[in-house]
């Protein structure tokens, strides 16, 4: 039995040392010190040895068996480092490989323009509203001193989803005039940029949809004079400190009086030149004080409040001020092209 013992340990030890994974290790216990194992099998023979045998031979059984169990632990410690030596270099970083480029967008040339009209307003203590492109005709144009039967209402001009339904794609960004009076309290400061829509075919100067800044103030003992300073500070901030400026009379609907702004044209500064197609200068806004009727039919007192407003399209501010000669560059983003701003 002894030499049996002997034996074991020494078939065992050479197995576990040669035993190339944790599997192997784990078949080797199972097969030596498992319930059915040859270490179990040989003690379980024990009973026949006599008296003065057994302590003996007990005692070799337990060397055998710690041996084999430090043998396991220590081979199954040097398998996990070879394992983690194998890990760490299949998953090595090559920190000096080149990154894969990834390709940068861009903010549309109009979108900075209009960052730029929105920053100089929050300057001013104005507040920017973002709104609805569905209308009411009523808001569109009834609230805006726009009656029925007036020619800008027209069919053949305007996007209604059906002829009587009374709801249409807003044709101007006035509306946002009326909701801002119906829900804010007075002051009102406030600007409102934002896509409309009217039935205009593409070309060079038009598009069915295309987008406008409106702005007003509402307070006690607004002026005129509130209308000029602040356009004035605007294009100033936009077009430089030497940007002048003119006012001419206008009709609109919801204005009175009424006004068309002029800046004296950036390129030629007045003499004419194909920027202002001659002009020397260049049509920016319609504005004007919001008239009484328009402020009444939002429950503002026009004897003791007054207010201006004005309105003006971003396309043609972004095309003239880069240099852009077709409206239709804008939206086609063809990237080449937005890619120059
Ligand atoms: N909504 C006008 C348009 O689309 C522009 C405009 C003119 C807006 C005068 C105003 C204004 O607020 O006071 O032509």
């Not at 430090?70 to 394992?83: F, N, T």
């Not at 001009?157 to 960004?173: A, H, K, N, V």
């Amino acid at each position: 039995m002894k030499q049996q013992l002997e034996a074991i340990r020494a078939a065992a030890i050479a197995a576990m040392e040669g035993a190339s994974n944790a599997e192997d290790l784990e078949a080797l216990r199972v097969q030596y010190l498992g319930k059915k194992g040859e270490l179990t099998a040989v003690l379980k023979q024990m009973g026949k040895l006599s008296a003065e045998e057994r302590p003996v031979i007990g005692q070799l059984a337990n060397e055998v068996r710690a041996k084999l169990e430090a043998a396991i632990e220590s081979r199954a410690s040097e398998l996990a480092s070879k394992a983690m030596a194998m890990r760490l270099m299949s998953e090595t970083v090559d920190v000096t490989i080149p990154g894969a480029a990834q390709k940068l967008g861009k903010q549309h040339p109009m979108y900075q323009v209009l960052d730029e009209i929105k920053n100089i307003f929050i300057g001013l203590g104005f507040e920017v509203i973002e709104d609805r492109e569905v209308e009411l005709a009523e808001y569109n144009f009834t609230k805006l001193n726009v009656e029925e039967g007036h020619p800008a209402r027209e069919w053949s001009d305007t996007f209604y989803f059906t002829e009587d339904s009374g709801i249409l794609l807003r044709t101007q960004t006035s509306p946002m005039q009326i909701h801002a009076m119906e829900s804010r309290p007075l002051p009102i400061r406030m600007i409102a940029p934002g896509r409309v829509y009217r039935k205009d075919e593409v070309d060079a100067t038009h598009s069915p949809m295309f987008h406008q800044i409106e702005g007003m103030a509402i307070d006690k003992g607004i002026t005129m004079a509130d209308l000029k300073g602040t356009l004035n500070t605007v294009v100033r901030s936009l077009y430089g400190e030497d940007t002048v400026t003119r006012f001419r009379p206008h009709h609109f609907p919801f204005t009175e009086p009424s006004c068309e702004m002029d800046i004296q044209c950036y390129k030629c500064h007045g003499a004419g030149c194909p920027t202002c197609k001659g002009e020397g200068w260049i049509e920016v806004l319609g504005a004007g004080m919001i008239h009484p009727k328009v402020l009444e039919g939002c429950g503002i007192d026009s004897s003791v409040y007054s207010g201006w407003a004005f309105g003006f399209g971003l396309e043609r501010l972004a095309l003239g001020q880069y240099k852009i000669s077709d409206l239709r560059l804008i939206f086609e983003n063809d990237v080449r092209f937005l890619e120059q701003f």
